[in-house]
């Protein structure tokens, strides 16, 4: 049994899809890229958080994070979350943020969402996977 996952992939497998698959259930969670460095301050705004201006870096992330779990649960109680190749460095510094002295990612992401099941989405065709970004 598990509380969160995790849908791990790269642009271009389909991972869109099968976010909104997966929120079209009503059961599953509503995944999303909370993540995405460009998308964050939308999000903060879409979620009515105070400015990043007005609080720590800290308070920030922590308040952040609280409202991306209410977010990715979509009113189930389970959190999902997409998070591609490229946001993974700056999450896992932000979670250490929030939670120090934890020896490693998954006891990271373990602490900030409880028991989580990990999916790889990759693309067979990996010629159509980079014909498609182009």
């Not at 009515?48 to 189930?76: E, Q, V």
């Amino acid at each position: 049994m598990f509380d969160a996952y995790i849908i791990c992939g790269t642009p271009r497998t389909g991972s869109t899809l099968l976010c909104d698959l997966l929120t079209s259930t009503g059961r599953t969670g509503a995944p999303h890229s909370f993540y995405r460095r460009q998308d964050i301050l939308e999000w903060a705004e879409e979620w009515k958080l105070p400015g990043r201006d007005t609080m720590s870096g800290l308070d920030f992330d922590a308040a952040y994070l609280n409202a991306a779990i209410k977010a990715g649960k979509g009113g189930t109680g389970i959190f999902g979350l997409r998070l591609m190749r490229e946001n993974l460095d700056e999450l896992s510094a932000i979670l250490d943020r929030i939670h120090p002295g934890l020896p490693s990612d998954k006891a990271r992401f373990g602490r900030a969402f409880d028991r989580v099941l990990y999916m790889h989405l990759s693309r067979e065709d990996k010629l159509a996977q980079a014909a498609d970004r182009l």
